[in-house]
């Protein structure tokens, strides 16, 4: 099925861990973007601290089609309704949850601190890529990261979605 099949409702789920790496992009101040000159092809050249991606390992944008699987002892999670805050962060919109929500992997709880928006997604699938990429990122006691990512295909106004929606910057 391609991921620009219709059916509104479909979404791919990926869950990708980072052992308490944060992405050398987002912790350095040079301005970087998926595309055109200060695109993942010139990530290495803007900063010293984007370095790592020239080598092609642990850089975003990834492509998931050769991924392999990986059994998670019994992920959980334990979400409620919780406050946020919504912020323009120059390269998405980032949503700054309130409150203990855990994913828990592998006896490991990890809170959920925010989620962000990629809008076409960030990754792809064989090259495919979706209307919208959703992160959930988590964070446990040691600063190790959990990102959940769901891909989202076009499709109706999804419910769940709307309280966010509805206060997005234009």
């Given at each position: 099925?391609?991921?620009?099949?219709?059916?509104?409702?479909?979404?791919?789920?990926?869950l990708?861990?980072?052992?308490?790496?944060?992405?050398?992009?987002?912790?350095?101040?040079?301005?970087?973007?998926?595309?055109?000159?200060?695109?993942?092809?010139?990530?290495?050249?803007?900063?010293?601290?984007?370095?790592?991606?020239?080598?092609?390992?642990?850089?975003?944008?990834?492509?998931?089609?050769?991924?392999?699987?990986?059994?998670?002892?019994?992920?959980?999670?334990?979400?409620?309704?919780?406050g946020?805050?919504?912020?323009?962060?120059?390269?998405?919109?980032?949503?700054?949850?309130?409150?203990?929500?855990?994913?828990?992997l592998?006896?490991?709880?990890?809170?959920?601190?925010?989620?962000?928006?990629?809008?076409?997604?960030?990754?792809?699938?064989?090259?495919?890529?979706?209307?919208?990429?959703?992160?959930?990122?988590?964070?446990?006691?040691?600063?190790?990261?959990?990102?959940?990512?769901?891909?989202?295909?076009?499709?109706?106004?999804?419910p769940?979605?709307?309280?966010?929606?509805?206060?997005?910057?234009?």
């Amino acid at each position: 099925m391609s991921p620009h099949s219709t059916g509104a409702r479909r979404c791919l789920l990926a869950l990708g861990l980072a052992a308490g790496l944060a992405s050398a992009a987002a912790a350095a101040p040079a301005r970087w973007s998926y595309f055109g000159a200060t695109g993942p092809d010139r990530w290495p050249a803007l900063s010293n601290a984007y370095a790592i991606c020239g080598n092609g390992q642990r850089q975003s944008p990834i492509d998931l089609g050769g991924a392999t699987n990986r059994d998670v002892a019994n992920p959980q999670t334990a979400y409620q309704a919780s406050g946020a805050t919504v912020v323009d962060n120059g390269h998405t919109v980032e949503v700054d949850v309130d409150g203990t929500n855990i994913l828990t992997l592998d006896g490991v709880p990890y809170r959920l601190t925010e989620l962000h928006f990629h809008s076409p997604s960030e990754h792809t699938i064989n090259g495919n890529s979706f209307a919208v990429e959703v992160h959930l990122t988590h964070q446990g006691d040691n600063g190790a990261v959990a990102v959940i990512a769901v891909f989202i295909a076009g499709g109706s106004e999804n419910p769940a979605l709307s309280p966010i929606l509805s206060v997005l910057p234009s």
